[in-house]
């Protein structure tokens, strides 16, 4: 549908990161992110590896 699948100009990772733990969703120091499964259907993780996010950052800037 022509949706981006890139962010090339995304802030460095230490700053996402560093902005993630203001999110409303952090519980105890731990970022939860709201992951979908299906159409309609969703899970809340709160064991994401700090370097599984800064990955998916990394994945978002590079041009596919």
Do not use: C, F
């Amino acid at each position: 549908i022509g949706l981006p699948t890139t962010a090339t100009d995304l802030p460095p990772t230490e700053e996402l990161n560093a902005a993630m733990q203001l999110d409303k969703k952090v519980a105890a120091g731990r970022v939860r992110l709201v992951l979908p499964d299906r159409v309609g259907a969703v899970s809340i993780v709160d064991d994401t590896p700090p370097e599984a996010i800064a990955a998916a950052w990394e994945t978002l800037r590079s041009e596919q």
